[in-house]
């Protein structure tokens, strides 16, 4: 019998392809919406955390107090020997030093007197000594808009926009004026390599990029580091994962009578970022919540139609003798099937389409050129293990569910009502 | 052979609701048919044939009185024991003919033998016996759309027999059908009753039916006003 009624699901168009198109259709935009909110949530943090926050970030407590003015004369010292110790206890994630500096950029003219000059911000990273991790995640090779990356000690980048109103281009000079870690007054001559765009006016604004040990040299801080940060494998922020090793590492290395001990931050204490996480898991939750019901009484319509179209043949079943328990069961049967079906389906395609916008993501760089936050040029879907299973809420039971209220109307009508409707 | 009763009704009434009201489509109605019977219900649209013939067939219930089929009281089966009624000892053939558009004129017919549960060597047997009652055997593989109407009567008829049901219910069977195709499957179906014994019962108003009825009730407003033997006309 099941084989029999399962021949005709198969050949009635009507009642298998066309549902499993419209549970499809439905399972793989609440598969890919799920992806998309999630990936450009999550955008905004993991561009925050390439550039400026990390996954975790390690200062001295003295630092951290006043970060927002850059104090390198509480930066972290001996550097090197925490990276050793990070990079041995908690081997698998990606840890960099960085220096933040700020000062004036000075463009001399032949006869070297200042021909242009401007505030600058500076980010030191490691760009040369052959680990490219600090210049992907800045995502330094897509950014560069004239000359190329640096190649060797005292090379720097320069915003394009920065670039463009100190008149400088790739292979000329500049100044920089700022003070050392002692409180000195530091100067330093770095030639230009190439220009960037960052696609925030934050950054376009006034950015030079070094690498690490010309900011040592530049700003006397040998073997000092305003931060180390971290990032967590994967490429994406946990925060239980993040919390739990921030708790370990300050038990182990922070004390908290030394303002100078080094302390780790989560991304989630950065900042303003506390809130932004909450927001946005907040914020896509709701969209998604939304879209899946929406969806949910689309497809549970599709379930109550389909269902009701056949009224007619449920008349001529129950007059062969089917029992209605049987006829519904069957009924449910089916919009099982066709839910699995379509919500697999759907499930696949929506994956397909939010790996392609996860890998190659899609481009907003128009809307971003005034933006004074740092914020992606580029959107990106992120599959988590939601996208997975969340199609199945929409796809299988709101099917189900709309075959089951469509096949209580077999019990509560007359079984020669049912059958008029079969000679209608 | 007629003298074995299959159907007794006594004192049949059926009320329907209409607004706050009622309207009564049988009024006491008193009848039995015996098996190999070949009559007909005869009488104007909303004269109550239909729906005497949906209690009898155990698609309906009645309000007041009694309908015994096979001696099971109608009005006192369960959904699942009417259904039990229904499959094992009716037939049913329809206006519209009512084929699975989706299944062959063989598996249409080997429908009401899945729900038997007979196995598929039986099954095999019984419809290709029953597509040779109709002279539907050439066409077994051909879906219901492909078939003229007198064709799809045929299968409906041979859906109804394959089972070989005591009784056969046919409502309007040939409204649909035109003169030739009507006097084919009625032939089929006195050939039916004739050599499988089957009692037939019609609901009908087309004279080229009653012509071939052995007995004729005419129902007016929902009471017998005729009950009679008839003389095959045809």
Known sequence: ?424 | MENSQIIKITELVKDFPVGTGSFRALDHINLSFGKGEFAGLVGPSGSGKTTLLNIMGSLDTPSQGEVKVLDFNVGELSARESATLRKSKLGFIFQSYNLLPVYTVYENVEFPLLLLEFTAQERKKMVLDALEWVGLTPKMKSKPNMLSGGECQRVAIARAMVKKPMIVLADEPTANLDAENSHHILRTMEKLNRELNTSFLFATHDEKVISYLKRRIVLADGKVEIDEKTAITK
């Open chain 1, 1 to 424: 019998m099941i084989r029999f009624l399962f021949k005709g699901l198969m050949r009635d168009s009507q009642r298998s392809l066309l549902p499993v198109i419209i549970v499809a259709a439905g399972v793989m935009l609440t598969v890919f919406l799920q992806a998309w909110l999630t990936g450009v949530m999550q955008e905004g943090i993991e561009f925050n955390a390439r550039f400026n926050t990390g996954h975790l970030k390690i200062m001295t407590a003295a630092y951290a107090r006043d970060k927002d003015q850059i104090p390198n004369d509480l930066a972290i010292t001996r550097a090197m020997e925490l990276m050793d110790s990070l990079k041995r206890d908690y081997p698998g994630i990606g840890w960099a030093q960085r220096i933040r500096f700020g000062g004036l950029l000075d463009v001399s003219d032949t006869s070297g007197e200042t021909r242009a000059q401007g505030p600058v911000f500076g980010l030191a990273i490691d760009l040369l000594s052959g680990n490219k991790d600090e210049i992907s995640r800045m995502q330094l090779e897509s950014s560069l808009k004239k000359g190329h990356l640096p190649r060797k000690a005292g090379e720097i980048l320069i915003s394009e926009e920065f670039a463009g109103k100190l008149k400088v281009h790739p292979g000329d000079q500049v100044t920089l004026i700022g003070s050392s870690m002692n409180g000195a007054m530091a100067m330093y001559n770095f030639r230009i390599a190439g220009t960037v765009v960052f696609g925030t006016s934050a950054m376009d604004r006034g950015t030079i990029i070094t690498d690490i040990r010309d900011a040592q040299l530049a700003i006397d801080m040998d073997d000092a580091a305003s931060e180390i940060v971290g990032y967590l494998a994967g490429g994406f922020y946990d925060d239980p994962k993040a919390s739990e090793i921030r708790s370990h590492f300050n038990t182990a290395h922070s004390n908290p009578k030394d303002e100078f001990s080094p302390r780790m931050f989560t991304l989630r204490e950065a900042d303003e970022m506390a809130s932004l996480i909450d927001y946005s898991e907040r914020f896509s939750s709701i969209l998604i919540a939304v879209f899946i019901l929406a969806m949910s009484v689309v497809l549970w319509n599709a379930g109550l139609l389909g269902g009701l179209r056949r009224y007619g043949e449920f008349g001529l079943r129950l007059a062969m003798g089917e029992s209605k328990g049987h006829i519904y069961g069957t009924q449910i049967y089916e919009s099982v099937i066709i839910g699995i079906i379509g919500t697999i389906g759907g499930t696949i395609i929506g994956l397909g389409f939010s790996w392609l916008v996860q890998k190659y993501g899609f481009g907003a760089a128009g809307m971003m050129r005034n933006a004074a936050m740092m914020f992606p040029s580029t959107f990106h879907a992120r599959i988590t293990p939601l996208t997975f299973y969340i199609g199945f809420i929409p796809g299988l039971l709101s099917t189900v569910l709309g075959t089951l209220l469509s096949g209580i109307g077999i019990y509560k009508r007359r079984t020669s009502e049912l059958f008029k409707e079969l000679e209608s």
